[in-house]
């Protein structure tokens, strides 16, 4: 098993450019969950979904959007991207309540 | 909604010492708690948990965390730390609906 794969692992953009991250997972798992990871703030949840289909927001949504069209695939969109999404992105996987996988990480520069 | 505080942000340490990483939460449910290693240019990995059950739990590299539900508490603990300890540790908590509260992480740098 791969496990949780992230691509790009980095990317620079100029602000108002789009571009999306990508995850996937191997573990036939039905939780997966996109956090964002900055400085002296740990990790906060972006959106995360429950299926195929399902998707909901989490604690910092603004400006990232997300689809799940299959168990494996979890891909996080930045619509205009901004400075302020400078930070470094993973994606993560679950079975159970809590117990979560996590990717190598995607490190995002916006200029 | 739950939250997680660690009370050291850097805990410098001498190879072979002990160390003891602080974490606190609030919740007014019961949880699921977890300790996270995230060692330099990697990601996430689960270091150990507490589901239910023994209040003690162990990693297999000689970690170990209790959980004190009247004190909120889910510290981290090693009796002897190796050069290869150093990292970044995040203590998370679910109100077991699949959502991870983190804590902003201690940084723990192993000198010899």
């Known amino acids: 098993n791969a496990g949780v794969t992230q691509t790009p692992k980095f990317q620079v953009l100029k602000t108002g450019q789009s571009m999306t991250l990508q995850c996937a997972q191997d573990m036939n798992h039905e939780y997966m969950s996109w956090y964002r990871q900055d400085p002296g703030m740990g990790l906060r949840l972006i959106h995360y979904?429950?299926?195929?289909?399902?998707?909901d927001q989490g604690e910092v949504p603004n400006g990232y959007n997300v689809s799940r069209s299959t168990t494996e695939d979890f891909p996080l969109r930045l619509l205009s991207a901004a400075p302020s999404q400078t930070s470094v992105y993973f994606c993560?996987?679950?079975?159970?309540?809590?117990?979560?996988?996590f990717g190598p990480g995607t490190r995002l520069t916006v200029l | 909604a739950q939250s997680v505080t660690q009370l050291d942000s850097q805990v410098p340490v001498f190879e072979e010492a002990p160390v003891e990483l602080r974490c606190n939460y609030s919740?007014?449910?019961?949880?699921?708690l977890f300790w996270y290693v995230q060692y330099p240019n990697q990601g996430l990995q689960l270091l150990l948990k507490?589901?239910?059950?023994?209040?003690l739990v162990e990693s297999i590299n000689g970690f170990e965390a209790e959980f004190n539900k009247s004190q909120t508490s889910f510290h981290l603990r090693k009796p002897s730390v190796h050069i290869s300890d150093t990292a970044e540790y995040f203590c998370a908590v679910s109100e077991n609906d699949y959502k991870l509260s983190f804590g902003a992480g201690t940084t723990v740098t192993v000198r010899a």
């Open positions: 979904s429950v299926g195929a289909g399902i998707t």
């Open positions: 919740s007014s449910v019961s949880v699921y």
């Open positions: 993560a996987s679950s079975v159970t309540a809590g117990e979560q996988f």
């Open positions: 507490y589901l239910s059950g023994s209040t």
